[in-house]
Each structure stands twice: as C-alpha cells, then as structure tokens.
C-alpha cells in the first residue's frame, strides 16, 4: 500500500469547515483512500472512501485530485465531537481482508 | 445494532497472569481482526482471521494466541502477559468480498500488566 502523510495537527473554528489534506504521490491505479477517525478512548471510526471520484457521505466529502496524488477529507460544519485523530490510509483495490495500516494521522482540534 | 462488542472494557493483569480477550460482531462479517495501540502511536496488528477456521499472524504476534471460536466471535489469549503487553486492544471485523470493504471497530480494552 502506498504511503501517505499528513500534518501533525490541526485546529477548526466550531461550525466552519475542516479540510484535512492528506498527500499519497506515490498512489497506484488501484488504490483507493480511505479516511478514518479515532475519538479519544474510543476504537476508530470509518468515515468514507473513495477510488478517484469526490465522494459524499454523511458524514464528510471526500475531494480527490485529478492526479489522485493528494485528496481533502472536508467536515462541512464541525462540531466539538469532531475533536479525533484523523487517518488518510491507501489501500490496494485487491487486498481483500488483509489489515489496515494506520499511520500517525492528523490531530483535530475543533475549538468554540 | 451493537456492531463489535468487546469485552472487558478494562483489566489490570500481574506479570506471568493469563488472560482471553473476547470480541464478537453482529455483522455477519467473515473477517476479523485483533490490534493493539500504545500511547502516541497507530495500530498494529497482531493476528486476523479472513474467514472461519483459518487465523494468520500480523505484524506483533509474539506472546498472543487467538481463536476463531465461530463466525461472530474472535478472542486472544495472552498466556502468560508480561509489562510490554501494556496497551489498547481493539478487534475489528470486515465483510469478504471483492473489493474495498471498510472495517468496522469495537471500543477496545484496556489493559495493564504490572
């Protein structure tokens, strides 16, 4: 699977929008985004998935680049229970049901 | 719908102690899946089972034990838990097929060995 990074951390005004990018140059035809999250104590959440489409659940849109070299995970109006980690992980299309591999992700601070 | 419940939520073990930590899904789900996550850090995996009656081993499968008891239910077993063993535990399960499915998570237990 390729690798992904993303910031450390980030903070969001409660209500505005939160953009997490999330950067996968090295993504090959076959790999979809994932994104998930992880509230404090709680075991992670799956939030949405994408293959090079936008996608929109809801719970958040996904907005993938034409290259597919990046994407934006986007919480519309964030809440102060949107405060988790947030995961960017990249995963072949024929992995069937091998585990996922979460990274460090990106802590998000939703302040009022 | 409970999803992926795990049990117990927190133990506190000594040193040489066995355990079984028990998860079970309600999804109908043939994929499972146990990792651990320590403090700062993602998660690993220890041991998955793709379907009933098969487990394989993850990145960490030192001092666990597992078993796919039935479709629903997956437990690991420390047989003699040692401090290093300290962590979050958190099961998952996944449908099979083909394609991209998501997995879906319990709440994890908490465990400390001292």
């Known amino acids: 699977d390729a690798k992904t990074t993303q910031p450390t951390s980030m903070d969001c005004a409660e209500g505005r929008a939160a953009n997490l990018p999330c950067n996968h140059s090295t993504i090959s035809g076959n790999e979809y985004v994932y994104w998930y999250r992880q509230i404090h104590s709680q075991g992670p959440q799956y939030i949405i998935h994408?293959?090079?489409n936008n996608e929109t659940n809801e719970m958040a849109s996904l907005i993938i680049t034409e290259d597919r070299k990046s994407s934006t995970l986007i919480l519309p109006h964030a809440t102060l229970r949107d405060t988790a980690v947030y995961y960017c992980i990249v995963r072949a299309m024929n992995s069937g049901n091998t585990p996922l591999v979460f990274g460090k992700g990106t802590r998000l601070s939703v302040i009022a | 719908n409970a999803g992926v419940t795990q049990t117990p939520k927190f133990q506190v073990l000594k040193t040489g102690q066995s355990m079984t930590l028990q998860c079970a899904q309600d999804m109908n789900h043939n994929s499972m899946y146990w990792y651990r996550q320590d403090p700062g850090m993602g998660l690993r995996l220890i041991y998955y089972s793709a379907s009933e009656g098969t487990t394989d081993k993850g990145e960490v499968p030192n001092g666990y034990n597992v078993s796919r008891l039935n479709k629903r239910e997956f437990s690991l077993r420390l047989e003699s838990a040692a401090p290093s063993q300290t962590s979050v535990y958190f099961c998952?399960?996944?449908?099979?097929?083909?394609?991209?499915?998501?997995?879906?998570f319990g709440d994890g237990t908490r465990l400390s060995i001292l």
């Open positions: 994408g293959l090079k």
């Open positions: 998952a399960s996944s449908e099979l097929r083909v394609g991209n499915q998501p997995q879906h």
